[in-house]
């Protein structure tokens, strides 16, 4: 050895890649092996666990500057995370509203990791599946191949995505260069006052404010009342407003009202305003042969958010914002600066996807989709949409075949409002169901949530879970009056 190789050797270079790959190898097996068998034994387990104090005092180690071996940072994982999860992906899980993820896309979300591809952009395949994933969602929901959309985080923000579209199209100035600040007569948005709490996360972020978004009444079904949106846009025009735009809700996240989505669409026509769909959970009812005709319409909007980790059980996170006019959607985010030129060849000569969102660097989350829709085909995913529906009429009929129950209103989809109501009001009757709320969690039973409709409190049933048998719903019913019976047997007599 040289003067020169010693002084190489002294710097060897470090890397993240495994010294010995045959033991990697084997531990990765373990690591699979082990997966599959926690979904496969997912329904012999609790829904969810409440983490012992140890585990609590696990994740306040500190930050660790020296190595350990891969396996023994697993089994780290496998004693204090695998065993506490939140419980979506079990077949009681029906708490807000979750998709249940599945293995093709838990495989995908592997695969995406390992070829580690940036979706921002460029000459690459998970950039050409990115699209097709897009242009998938289209079909499914009957929109025009010419549209645009763009994969996101979520929900959330692919209404983001759809009401800063609306907003730039619609402002009368060029908001991208002057800011909100210079239009002339303050925009106003329109959507129920069943809307999901995202949308005024959205008006606060593009710089409107939460007043500009105006809460419409809703009618005995929690739909949005047409004739009141009609009259609050012609009162905000008398008042020196610009009523821009009108947010139908596809699937309300309280009940899963929908609203009613072609005679918004022709309002919306009318009145000049841009019509955006918050389809996060309804837009997909579009495959299912059964209920498809509930959202009607949707295919006319004018933008939709949907959500591929809900009811297409995307592992998370994913959600898919579509612009029919594809180009007022590159306007409204499209920037190129000096470092991201395009080239005629090579790599930088594919689409840069960054121009339809917020991200510059984007993850691979088309291949989780792409991957759970090839194996099983978006029939079966229409057919488990139709189920679910199927499963919260079932369930309705068992609530009400059970004196001790209530049932707040028949399920328009998926969601089912009820409680136990042996005779009380008010606020005891809030924290009796809330009681048995949270027993059903802690006993592992099954993972409800709650919620408040026109002043009423109910427990909350949302079936997205193609894991859920009618049985499970039979044992729900049983489990709600056992611990109904019980926990108003302990509780001192009150109104
Ligand atoms: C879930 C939901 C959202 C938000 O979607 P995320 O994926 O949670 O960001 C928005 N609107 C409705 C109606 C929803 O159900």
Known sequence: MDAAQETLGMMAEETLDPRDWADVQALSHRIVDDAVAHLRDVRERPVWQEMPGEVRAFFTAPLPRSPSPLADVYAEVARNVMPYPM???????????????????????????????????????????????VNWCKQMLGFPASAGGTLVSGGSMANIIGLTVARNAKAGIDVREHGVAAIEKPLRFYGSDQIHSCHRKAMEALGLGNRALRR?????????????????????????????????TAGTVNTGAIDDLQALAKLAHEEGLWFHVDGCIGALIAIAPENAHRVAGIEWADSVALDPHKWLHAPFEVGCALVRDAVAHRKTFAVTPEFLESTPRGL????????????????????????????????????????NIAQAGYLAGLIEAEPELELAASPTINIVCFRYQP????????????????????????????????????????????RTRREDLDLLVRQVTRLGRQIAAQRPASS
């Open 216 to 248: 419409i009444p809703t009618d005995a079904g929690l739909r949005i009342d047409i004739a009141a949106l009609r009259a609050a846009i012609a009162e905000d025009r008398a008042a020196g407003f610009k009523p821009a735009c009108v947010i139908g």
């Open 348 to 387: 930088a000569s594919g689409e840069w996807l960054h121009d339809y969102g917020l991200q510059t660097t984007r993850g691979f989350r088309a291949l989780k989709v792409w991957m759970a829709l090839k194996e099983h085909g978006s029939d079966k995913f229409g057919r488990l949409i139709d189920q």
């Open 87 to 133: 419980g979506n992906i079990h077949p009681r899980f029906w708490s807000w509203y979750m998709g249940s993820s599945n293995l093709a896309g838990a495989l995908g979300d592997f695969l995406a990791a390992i070829q580690g591809s940036n979706l921002g952009g460029g000459n690459h395949a998970a950039g050409l599946m990115d699209s097709q994933v």
């Open 423 to 466: 005779g009380l009001r008010g606020e005891a009757l809030k924290a009796l169901n809330t009681e048995i709320m949270l027993r059903l969690q802690e006993e592992g039973i099954a993972a409800l949530s709650d919620t408040t409709v026109h002043g009423q409190h109910w427990l909350r049933v949302a079936i997205t879970n193609h």
